[in-house]
């Protein structure tokens, strides 16, 4: 149960099976930092290129295909004190015909809002643009964005988007606290993570949460031959799971179907059961629906699963 | 502000321009009942058909095309000790090659789940089937699952579904306490409502919640020239908009773009602003992925909103 | 087997259960016509209110619920010279970054394209706005944008939308000589039709055919006791089954199980042999992407259907 | 101008920056063969591992990012006489409550149907299993059903789907004569092929079409500075683009958006000129709707732009 200090020098841009920058074992810490999704680091320098540049990938010993890969999110915490954000809600977040009416900038021209952040009283302050906001004033819950491990058949896949292996699943649950469990497509999992949010709105409507570059302690575990098929997690309140497709249906029908399978799997419930309990006692929450693969999540009240007494 | 006591003896299936059953004032009150959505009543009596029967329509005096009218749900309490529910996820809310590991009943045969529901207690007791759950006791919120005006040209939309009017939202989220807002369509207005449910899960997934029938009792009241586009709530954490359509993305395209234009309108935030808060502060809420259109919610916490001083 | 001329004296812009304008038997042909999607006559007069004004309902004695009507386009004339179309392609039907680029009209003007139709010389010539088209001269194929059956449960659904019962497809294999098949819902079938397109792209991106008033000739008939569920039809070369949704993917899903329940129900397949043969031999049309329901038809050869020999 | 013969001896799962088999200059011919989606090659020896198993990279030199690469499918033919398929309808393509219908084999066993493909005669001839379709007998069409060039940032995208790049389209519409654009991304643009079908039904709704190897004669050019962004074609009738994405909808948008651009850039039409255009003119086929990602073609007619004289 080493801890590893990690200094990252160089980031990707896709997930996939890279060279690995440090093997660690099971049961491992690792703390290190990310960059934000423009590349900016913890002293403003554009030190990865812009897309979401990963942190690792972290090779953890002895995790294989067909294994499951835990990652506890034990600390995520801004580095920096300014963070950007989107300033327009996302053209295919409103109805077509409303596209128009967005604050578009002029042709050829971009702007981001900028926050000023501070880490120790868990807020964030808008700096500017000026606008009717004036100074808002928000909490912070700092979260991950983007993180996963590499696909099968050397898939390298953008972090742009996600898929079973995760990826930029912008999801706003992933914050400090939460253990999350991927599927294991190749050996050693190859860990990747960045793409760090102060705080983020369900969707990531204006396609960005603030994006801020973060230090990062993560503890990783292996579940030798226990198979899933799409990120799962838990927190103090609920088990999730996680489906990452477009439209949004299919997100809620992949984390469906996982949460049956869960339910089923090691709560020991029978499939009517699973079905009465989810019917009456799911909840969902929005995690994109901006990027490419959108994202939805399919949770179980810890304290009502607890309380079944067959 | 009259208190009507209505005491109904015939339920539509569709929402449209029917004779009203009672003409009532801006500002008055209305108690009544609502018959389940298998038209089963508080004595157990099937006395409507099945398929949403609505209590209803009731005239608003003074409400006319263009104008909002505002439904405050001031009591929602089940009026009868049993209630029933789905007893498998439906097909559409899972991976279509997971569809036949659902718990499908032999062909011909149906079977519900049977609740014992405590008003007084807030509970629900599963009964039966026999399941791994046992007697599982779940804490009720009781709910309106359709409800909503007349909709324009004449239209009787099927209490099956939803769009502009409202309808089969099957939003756990109206609850006693909840103020709606509906576009008018027709003078009058003509309010329906029906299909209460003792608790239902996000996205009502089992095709139910659990269905019983309620005593209701709604206070109604006209905006005059206020044109809104999809039915509006507020509770009192959040101010909400409602989009029904088919994707979910689509629902949260109806229900982003009618939010934006409320910040623009009621809170007096500029386009930009709008975008910068909703990125980062914004909420959803899955309704209904079952019914034949979906449903989707959008929040805003209005202690955010309040704390905005331009 | 009368033949009945109808002169329409008003027009109905839901479809539902109105009180017929007519009563016919089985195997009679009606010859009446129908005012353009404006409301618009062979005069050029305002005789209707816009939106898909039907002619109709026609009441087919002997239809009943679980009934198949027969609606045999025995002819489509377009009955005036002048049509209008759609001047910019719709913003659902393009990528929401590039709803911007379209031609938008300055707030508050609408502008339409005008045609000159030849229904003789089967041509239309584009008359106005001045575009680099010139004065195109496209060949016309008329049809139907708007037919269908009165729908169950006393819905009255709009002429905007389409469903089980027809309605507004929008698709452009309706053209003379085709037969189509709708389920039957209510006593009478309650025929309406109108919309006639003097010609239209697949898709209806641009919100309109060439919308024009019709000369229509229409024979029906009853299928006693055949029950379908979602319109069907067939031309010369093709039988073909109609799904009206949102997304398209749910069009085809509807499209698609009802030429498999065809397939085994009326061609002697059996489950795996429609499956094999649908896969390599399945066509599908692209109705309309931009009604509230869109419309997909899945189309088989009538030649490669009548070369089985098992 | 040269003609290369090439005989591939190892394939990849993926299109990505592969070490290109053969560099070719602008202008080239290559003539060689691809295995089938399961890896089989034309001696029916598995050289290949499954999953659509692709011929190349081949590297043509001068293309570069930004650039438009132009490859002429001269000739796809069957080279050998056995070919297979699905024989179920994929359960994506149905209604969900029609799922449990569909010919299920028991679970665990798998089975295919056999085609004897006779590339002389343009003729499959379906030998197993035993169904009402008895010998059926389909005329053939060869085309490519997975093809295109490496995508941006080190991506290596399986060849299960596809996006901008090209890649697993199952379009029925890439026959011999067909001449395909892909943008260029990486230096030499680094084509692959493979996936080659005797037919395949409009959707691949089986999951397949006949699948077979292949003796393949492509020719290739750049276009220099000619960036597009999604794939397009033409054939002796039609212009077509082509968009890749879930749901069909989004599929619609894209390939719709670079027909407009098309027109503009290359056809001399306005922003309303080839709205009105595309309006009453345009059509559609469905390309696939099974993989990870759906394909619909946006068409229009060569004649008809011929006939345009502003």
Same mark, same amino acid.
């Given at each position: ?59 953890? =010993? $002895?995790?294989? #295909? &067909? ?6 999110? *034990?600390?995520? @915490?801004?580095? !920096? ?36 952040v501070d880490a ?81 709105? =369900? $969707?990531?409507? #204006? &396609? ?6 973060? *230090?990062?302690? @993560?503890?990783? !575990? ?83 699963l607890a309380s079944?007494?067959?």
């Amino acid at each position: 149960m080493a801890v590893h200090h990690f200094h990252p020098h160089h980031y990707f841009n896709t997930i996939g099976s890279h060279t690995p920058v440090l093997h660690v074992a099971d049961g491992d810490t690792i703390i290190t930092t990310t960059v934000d999704a423009g590349g900016w680091d913890k002293d403003g320098v554009q030190s990865a290129v812009r897309g979401n540049p990963m942190t690792g990938p972290f090779y953890v =010993d $002895g995790a294989e #295909a &067909g294994d499951t890969l835990v990652v506890q999110l *034990d600390s995520i @915490v801004p580095n !920096r004190n300014q963070g950007w954000s989107g300033r327009m809600v996302a053209p295919n977040c409103v109805d077509p015909d409303y596209v128009p009416e967005l604050p578009w900038m002029p042709k050829g021209q971009r702007e981001s809002a900028y926050w000023h952040v501070d880490a120790l009283a868990k807020t964030a302050t808008l700096a500017k643009p000026e606008t009717k906001l004036g100074g808002l004033v928000l909490r912070i819950v700092p979260m991950l964005g983007c993180f996963g491990v590499a696909p099968a058949q050397g898939q390298a896949i953008s972090t742009a988007t996600s898929a079973e292996h995760g990826g930029n699943m912008d999801y706003r649950g992933f914050t400090s606290g939460v253990t999350v469990y991927f599927p294991v497509f190749v050996p050693g999992a190859l860990l990747h993570f960045g793409d760090g949010h102060a705080i983020q709105g =369900d $969707g990531e409507i #204006a &396609g960005t949460g603030i994006e801020i570059s973060m *230090d990062v302690q @993560v503890t990783v !575990r292996v579940i030798k031959g226990q198979t899933i098929r799409w990120p799962r997690g838990e927190n103090a309140e609920y088990i999730f799971t996680v489906g990452n497709a477009r439209p949004l249906d299919q997100c809620v029908q992949h984390a469906t179907s996982e949460m049956l399978r869960w339910l089923q799997s090691d709560y020991d419930l029978d499939p009517v059961g699973a079905s009465i309990l989810m019917g009456q006692a799911v909840e969902y929450d929005l995690g994109n629906i901006f990027d490419p693969a959108y994202t939805m999540v399919c949770k179980m009240s810890k304290r009502i699963l607890a309380s079944i007494t067959p």
